[in-house]
């Protein structure tokens, strides 16, 4: 039984929907200034009486690591976010809880070793060098390329690939244009005070409904294919098809699920971090020669594999510090059924908690001028002397991200790769943000290339 403790200090907001503006404006920066002013543990009182919400906000890492995996059991994903994109891109492994997630996760992990990702390197690298060959002529002209649609691109090639295998061309078309449309759909559901029936004729709800029919109609004809002619193919959705668990296997349904969730978390996040690593690179080039120079050196004009992935230890670096400044999973949601305790603070049972990575990878008391790009912090002396949870843009605990080895090797190699070929040259200072699902940029993210003499 918890005892009674402080109540968390909070903003009191406007008088009416208390700090529901300030949070759909700009939650990152009132996050922010929340922990400046209040601590650690905040609460937050949004929307009208009688449909208010609390929503308690902690971001100390001994915080973090007690929702996230000391005490992850008692935290669970039952809150309006997840319920919305269970409804948009199924109940796989990110949303799944209980005897379920426990099954998928059975299923999956073998899919997920090192091993078997290291044999998508190739692939990986070969939709980089394509990228690389397709830039040529807009470099030629001095045109600049959006990062982030390029980045996007890419990564949805390399995870719809990897999934697809030859029906890549067929379903592409159809997941980019829907997978906006869901994600957006399900974001402005979860945060809305009063949310209108699925079933009203409202033009959000057509066009989401439509998004739907479509990504679910090409993932049930390919799995049916794959079920009435197996190809004996190393795709993913041909190993999630054969997969086999003390003789079950996943039903259909099961595996679209699977399949929804892998082509969201694999593309998007790894899309991100790539795209402000770039930025970045581009705002500092005394890293980006030290990177050239590592690339150079480990690789030559070769292009790189799985076997370079620890030789290529500073372009890590850069990508652990792109995620730590601009985390694309940047806040995570969990309710607490049982109520908890944390920073001396009562948490009621029932209640909402998140976290939020882009609070706490700034936070000042771990992290020396924390606004500054600066990659050095993820030298392995400096990390191994780091709180764990300072840091953790996969996650933490057991719901951490079955796919970071993935993401980190893609965006590893695609990094290598366009380095070997271009100095990057960033058109804008800062990078204008939209806190969705995913920290994505709010505008175009301009940048020039110059091909590199090989």
């Known amino acids: 039984m918890i005892r009674s403790a402080a109540v968390p200090p909070g903003p009191r907001g406007a008088p009416l929907v208390g700090s529901a503006l300030d949070l759909r404006r700009d939650v990152l920066g009132t996050y922010e200034r929340a922990r400046r002013m209040y601590g650690d543990v ?12 609390t929503l308690y906000a902690v971001f100390h890492p001994d915080a973090v690591r007690r929702v996230l995996a000391g005490e992850a059991d008692g935290y669970r994903k039952d809150n309006r976010f997840y319920e919305e994109l269970r409804w948009a891109l199924g109940d796989g492994l990110l949303n799944s809880q209980d005897e ?9 992990q073998p899919l997920f070793t090192r091993r078997r990702i290291a044999g998508y390197a190739q692939s990986m690298a070969d939709e980089a060098n394509d990228l690389a060959s397709r830039w040529r002529p807009r470099a030629a002209a001095g045109d600049p390329v959006d990062l982030h649609a390029e980045m996007s691109r890419l990564t949805l090639r390399v995870v719809g690939r ?18 906006p449309i869901l994600g957006e759909y399900a974001r402005g559901r979860a945060f809305s005070p009063a949310r209108v029936p699925r079933d009203w004729p409202t033009p959000s ?30 795709d993913l959705l041909t190993l999630l098809v054969e997969a086999r668990d003390n003789g079950e296997q996943l039903d259909d349904a099961e595996i679209r699920d699977q399949v929804l969730i892998f082509l969201l978390a694999g593309h998007d996040t790894t899309a991100l971090a790539l795209t402000f690593a770039l930025h970045l690179l581009g705002r500092h080039p005394d890293a980006q020669r030290r990177l050239r120079g590592e690339v150079d050196d480990v690789l030559g004009a070769r292009t790189p594999t799985a076997e370079d992935f620890e030789a290529l230890a500073y372009t890590s670096m850069v990508l652990k510090e792109a995620m730590r400044l601009y985390p694309p999973a940047w806040g995570l949601g969990r309710r607490t059924a049982a109520g908890d305790r944390i920073g001396g603070c009562d948490i009621p049972p029932g209640s909402d908690v998140a976290v ?16 500054r790009f600066d990659p050095e912090r993820f030298a392995p002396e400096r990390e191994a002397a780091r709180h764990r949870h300072a840091y953790f843009p996969f996650g933490a605990g057991p719901r951490a991200c079955i796919g970071q080895y993935f993401s980190m090797l893609e965006a590893v190699i695609a990094l290598a790769v366009i380095v070997q070929h271009y100095e990057v040259a960033s058109l804008t200072e800062r990078v204008p943000l939209a806190p969705r699902i995913t920290l994505h940029p709010a505008a175009p993210v301009p940048c020039r290339l110059t091909a590199r003499r090989r």
């Not at 905040?42 to 919400?53: E, H, N």
């Not at 379920?100 to 999956?108: A, D, G, K, N, V």
């Not at 679910?216 to 794959?226: N, P, T, W």
């Open 42 to 53: 905040v609460r937050f009182m949004a929307g009208p009486p009688g449909v208010r919400a």
């Open 100 to 108: 379920r997630w426990l099954r998928q996760r059975r299923f999956i």
């Open 162 to 179: 990897l999934l697809f295998g030859a029906d890549v061309e067929r379903a592409l078309p159809i997941v980019a244009g829907a997978f």
């Open 205 to 234: 709800n057509r066009r989401a409904a439509r998004a739907q029919r479509a990504v679910y109609g090409v993932c049930d004809e390919l799995i049916a294919e794959r079920r009435a002619a197996p190809n004996g193919g190393d």
């Open 356 to 371: 939020s990575a882009w609070v706490t990878h700034r936070h000042p008391d771990f992290w020396d001028d924390p606004e």
